[in-house]
């Protein structure tokens, strides 16, 4: 990989079609953030890509997200200039430039908001994100495993309503009084995540996940090109795994607090006919449970599919009589730690009971 | 009126006496912050008043409350400390001192925040406030009714949460943010408001409150000390109208979004024997019915006095059997106009009659 080149036309479609599998089934559709991204693009805007470990130790990188309920985004298309609200107040607090943007979360349709903000501000995007999937909260990043400063952050809205939290007790606080502001402008906020330096993104960042994501979506496009399987594709090129094959028969969804919550019933076709599978999500897939045993749970990820397209289902377009294949992708490495498992397995989301990895082989 | 004297230690009982009274069963009892006052004038402090047209046009002044659910505060003493931060906040943010701080309410316990901060960082206090008495929220001041600019403004809790709000679509969006945060910390928290100028100060803050409040106080005390009827000496310094004098039969009260809401009934006693009053609150009391007819609304003053001392009852308060008086103390001159009734009248918190007077004659 070279230290600095353009990110592609051709290459975006890849970016959303990856980056909505590496979702989890959250982070939300892609989708509206694409179009935006293709505008900017047929207007001649080129967004840098360049690799973590380019930057200089005191550069200071700029964490961009979207923040909602992936169900309001459905209904609201993506605007660059909201995109880069947050971060131009981040820029005026320093009274400093982003030497470049990175993205907080790879997974869904966040893949996308620092493209929209670095192609109209002109400026690098960093290979790397703080996820390497999506997840609901700020506490299951990268950066909160590494107990780096939290804050400040900043938050805006489609209004004209601009905040900038200034201190935050511990990663829990920050997204507790994030969520509450998001909650109270309709489910939907930009946000520009506590700046960090060029050291700390090449310590704690997910390395290399957009390019990652841009290689899955190539994987599956070309297949398809190819008249051969798109999940047999990524399966191969991700060392994944297919965990069930099924229709969805219930779901069950319901968005509280900014967060979209639910559980997903499977039938089982093909090699799992009679079999049952369920999926139990909060923005993303949680936990998956195979004839009522717990089989996968988070950090893996767990992916829902369309049985012959090989697109990402998210939780918010599940319905009855889809056709999917459940699969599972290795957690980033980081996830796997103590510390890590702290942040991002089941206990860090209500559960009682410890991560279970389709990857035993991976030596928990 | 001298344009610059020391509050004295005695005036700090008439102080909160009065503040009290004005806060129209809201603001919260200033008893906790009495008590923090008094502690620091017995360290040697000692926080000088000025009269608002002294202040020079250019003149950067704070605007001091602590914001929260006055039950909350039966419960959490008051700190300097606390009071102090989000002005430090504030003047770190603007790289300026404070020329001198000034009230956002002069009812209930936010008569005294103010002077906390004041004593602790030795600034001086503004003898006036943004609403004459207590109200719910920011619409509901002064400054509201001036549409002056609502934002920056600053929001700190007992942890190490801090936030500033940059900017607001409008005062209503000021309130709603700073709402759901103060909920989310625990229905507590404390504001440094958008900074004023010495000229905005003067066009639209309440003016004199500060004294007003301390005259109160010191007819009560007076009174009192004479074995004369303090309610009787409060009338007549204040041009107030008894309304109602009765026993407390049955309170209503829940607590929703950080505002206590509910309804008193009264049955009357003396010359009302006979006769029903009921008192309708958010925070403070905004309707009295007599009867079951509207006497008198918002923004009139509405003060609910033990019948013996004199002293004010707050809506946290209210308990069967407490004997009462109901009063009503003429509104400022400013929220009795077309505009000033837009943010403060019984529309402003839902209800769909028009304002009441108890002073017909002051003619609206």
């Given at each position: 990989m070279s230290a600095e080149r353009v990110v592609t036309l051709e290459e975006l479609d890849f970016l959303a079609t990856g980056a909505w599998i590496l979702g989890t089934g959250g982070g939300g559709d892609p989708y509206h953030g694409l179009l935006a991204l293709k505008a900017l693009y047929a207007e001649g805007a080129r967004v840098p890509l360049i690799q973590a470990d380019t930057l200089a130790d005191d550069a200071m990188v700029g964490v961009i997200s979207q923040m909602g309920a992936p169900v309001v985004n459905l209904e609201r298309t993506a605007d660059p200039a909201m995109t880069m609200k947050p971060v131009v107040m981040m820029e005026r607090h320093f009274n400093r430039r982003f030497d470049a943007l990175m993205l907080s979360e790879i997974g869904g349709g966040n893949s996308i908001q620092p493209f929209l903000a670095a192609a109209k501000l002109g400026r690098p995007v960093v290979d790397a994100d703080t996820m390497g999937r999506a997840f609901p909260s700020v506490f299951h990043t990268s950066f909160a495993v590494g107990d780096l400063q939290s804050y400040p952050y900043a938050l805006a809205d489609i209004r004209d309503n601009e905040v900038m939290?200034?201190?935050?007790?511990?990663w829990l606080w920050n997204e507790r009084i994030a969520r509450k502001i998001l909650v109270e402008w309709g489910s939907r906020a930009f946000s520009c995540k506590a700046p960090r330096t060029g050291r700390e993104v090449k310590d704690w960042g997910i390395h290399g996940s957009v390019t990652q994501a841009i290689e899955i979506g190539r994987a599956l496009h070309t297949a398809r090109l190819r008249h051969e399987d798109p999940i047999a594709a990524l399966l191969t090129q991700q060392n994944g795994r297919a965990l069930f094959r099924g229709k969805v028969i219930d779901v069950e969804r319901r968005t509280t607090a900014g967060h979209l919550r639910g559980v997903c019933q499977l039938e089982g076709l093909d090699d799992n006919r009679g079999e049952h599978y369920s999926l139990e999500f909060q923005n993303e897939f949680l936990v998956g449970r195979h004839d009522g045993a717990i089989e996968v749970t988070t950090p893996d990820l767990i992916c829902v599919l369309d049985s012959v397209s090989g697109e990402a289902v998210g939780t918010e377009r599940l319905r009855y009589g889809q056709r999917v294949t459940v699969i599972a992708l290795p957690s980033p490495?980081?996830?796997?730690t103590p510390k890590g498992l702290a942040h991002t397995a089941p206990v860090a989301f209500g559960y009682d009971f410890d991560f279970v990895s389709a990857f035993p082989a991976a030596g928990i």
């Open positions: 939290v200034m201190r935050c007790e511990n490495k980081l996830f796997l």
